[in-house]
């Protein structure tokens, strides 16, 4: 079991920043593949980024290229997200995704979700 709690969302104008921390618990974090994912009113949930076991491998979807990073702490046991220069598009549930059978960073998701934080980005 994987126990996952995002926080950092909230509202912010168009070219603005924001960091999503997710804190997991209840497995060695280091053996754990993570990931972001995102949903949007109407719309499924989507992928955003990912990195692999050791921090060593990551992967973005092409709409956030460039403009977000993700990382890891392992020693804190904590995933992060920052995320520039942000779009009204940006908009949406961002969800922290665990997977412990991911090594490297990849698109899928695994099992384990947290319950998500809001970001909603301005005009």
């Known amino acids: 079991q994987v126990q996952l709690v995002e926080s950092g969302g909230g509202l912010v104008q168009a070219g603005g920043s924001l960091r999503l921390s997710c804190a997991a618990s209840?497995?060695?974090?280091?053996?754990?593949?993570m990931g972001w994912f995102r949903q949007a009113p109407g719309k499924e949930r989507e992928f955003v980024a990912s990195?692999?076991?050791?921090?060593?491998?990551?992967l973005y979807a092409d709409s956030v290229k460039g403009r977000f990073t993700i990382s890891r702490d392992n020693t804190k046991n904590t995933l992060y997200l920052q995320m520039n220069s942000l779009k009204p598009e940006d908009t949406a549930v961002y969800y922290c995704?665990?997977?412990?059978?991911?090594?490297?960073?990849?698109?899928?998701?695994?099992?384990?979700w947290g319950q998500g934080t809001q970001v909603t980005v301005s005009a």
């Open positions: 209840g497995r060695t974090f280091s053996g754990v593949g």
């Open positions: 995704n665990a997977d412990p059978a991911r090594v490297i960073a990849t698109r899928t998701a695994g099992v384990y």
């Open positions: 990195i692999g076991r050791s921090g060593s491998t990551t």
